[in-house]
């Protein structure tokens, strides 16, 4: 071995545990913990506050069309919080919405309350998706739409994005 090999051999040697420089993780933060589990939980559970509000959608309008009540037939089997719960289930759940909707002034504010922060924007998407499904999106759909763009705090980009999508996915 010649010196100079030596030498390159000397330099990767003290290479090997040479200082890199990492992304500092943040540090655990209990204001982050309260953000994702507010102290305003509700008496609501995911499913209720969930179902409540995609028929909600459906129903923004004052009526459900044959389009929308496929969706929302879809979705309950398609849904991980819905697709387990059999017919007597769903139709228990079903009343226990429709009556919270009746005898609360804020049941929009629970039931938004209730989801965690992951959900919000996917359960807007899945509204959204159902206000459109008829082919028209009326006054009334878009003021429940942008109530709950408010219940969720759903940044204004956010829901830009995830309109333009569904609409594309709509018009054809």
């Known amino acids: 071995m010649t010196g100079t090999e030596m030498d390159e051999n000397v330099e990767m040697a003290g290479a090997l545990f040479a200082p890199i420089t990492v ?7 209990l204001k982050d913990l309260i953000a994702e ?3 305003g939980q509700t008496d609501w559970s995911i499913p ?10 459906a ?14 037939k879809s979705l309950s089997h398609r849904s991980r919080i819905l697709k387990n719960m059999d017919a007597n289930e769903l139709a228990a759940l079903n009343q226990l919405v429709v009556k919270r909707r009746n005898d609360r002034p804020d049941w929009l504010g629970e039931a938004c309350r209730t989801l965690p ?3 919000h924007l996917p359960v807007f998407a ?12 009326v ?11 408010d219940g969720f705090s759903i940044s204004a980009e956010d829901a830009r994005q995830v309109t333009s999508i569904l609409s594309m996915k709509n018009r054809y």
């Open 23 to 29: 992304e500092k993780k943040p540090a655990f933060s």
């Open 37 to 39: 589990f507010p102290a």
């Open 48 to 57: 209720e506050a969930y179902l409540c509000l995609v028929l909600s959608a």
């Open 59 to 72: 129903l923004a309008d004052g009526r459900v069309v044959e389009q929308e009540a496929e969706e929302l």
């Open 117 to 119: 922060k992951d959900m």
């Open 126 to 137: 899945h509204c959204l998706d159902l206000c459109l499904s008829d082919g028209a999106l």
């Open 139 to 149: 006054q009334a759909e878009a003021d429940f739409l942008e109530s709950l763009i």
